[in-house]
């Protein structure tokens, strides 16, 4: 079982999308992303007045494997409807949830776990993050097999109606810098980690 949490709804059982594209067909990308300056996006040229506008469309494994790719975000496909971006501290997990996987859900979790006598602390850390920040709520997750305690962060956004290429890659720059942030957090303001 991956070290992620796997919830109800959440597309595990679904078959990847049958795209030329190689993250729905589990290729691997080797290396680790450098984290992206704020506000320096890749964004796709803009339409001329003649042109027609860029069609907001379903969002899928497939649409985040290429906003990632834009983003320089290196990943790995697990072959049952998610991307893992794995940096030095930290690993993100890139999925979409939902009866429909209409849900897209971006999921942190620091490579380094919480012994089970600081449990009280760690509820404490969680809960000041929660207060004070707006992006990527943190909890703690259920026991390891060795009795250690993981530390997640989550943002989730629902995405029924669609979305522009652009707003993905805005949405997925965001919960990957807001990952970082919380991780480095935990290491240094937060000293759980």
């Known amino acids: 079982m991956?070290?992620?949490s796997w919830r109800p709804g959440s597309a595990a059982g679904n078959a990847p999308e049958t795209?030329?594209?190689?993250?729905?067909h589990g290729a691997v990308?080797?290396?680790?992303?450098a984290q992206r300056e704020?506000?320096?996006?890749?964004?796709?040229v803009e339409t001329s007045a003649t042109e027609e506008p860029e069609p907001v469309s379903q969002v899928t494994l497939t649409r985040i494997g290429k906003a990632l790719d834009?983003?320089?975000?290196?990943?790995?496909?697990?072959?049952?409807?998610?991307?893992?971006a794995m940096w030095e501290r930290h690993a993100v997990l890139f999925t979409l949830e939902g009866p429909d996987d209409e849900i897209l859900v971006m999921r942190a979790r620091p490579?380094?776990?919480?012994?089970?006598?600081?449990?009280?602390?760690?509820?404490?850390?969680?809960?000041?993050?929660?207060?004070?920040?707006?992006?990527?709520?943190?909890?703690?997750?259920?026991?390891?097999?060795?009795?250690?305690?993981?530390?997640?962060a989550e943002l989730q956004i629902p995405l029924a109606a669609g979305a522009h290429d652009a707003l993905v890659v805005e949405l997925l720059?965001?919960?990957?810098?807001?990952?970082t942030s919380f991780v480095d957090w935990l290491h240094d303001?937060?000293?759980l980690l």
Not at 38 to 44: I, Q, S, Y
């Open 189 to 191: 303001e937060g000293a």
């Open 2 to 4: 991956p070290w992620w």
């Open 173 to 179: 720059d965001c919960g990957a810098a807001v990952a």
């Open 111 to 152: 490579h380094a776990t919480v012994p089970p006598d600081w449990a009280d602390r760690a509820y404490r850390v969680v809960n000041e993050w929660n207060h004070t920040r707006r992006f990527c709520k943190a909890y703690v997750g259920d026991p390891t097999e060795r009795g250690q305690l993981p530390i997640y």
């Open 38 to 44: 704020p506000g320096r996006l890749p964004v796709p």
């Open 70 to 84: 834009l983003l320089d975000i290196r990943f790995l496909a697990d072959g049952g409807g998610s991307l893992l």
């Open 19 to 24: 795209d030329d594209d190689s993250a729905a």
């Open 29 to 33: 990308r080797v290396g680790v992303p």
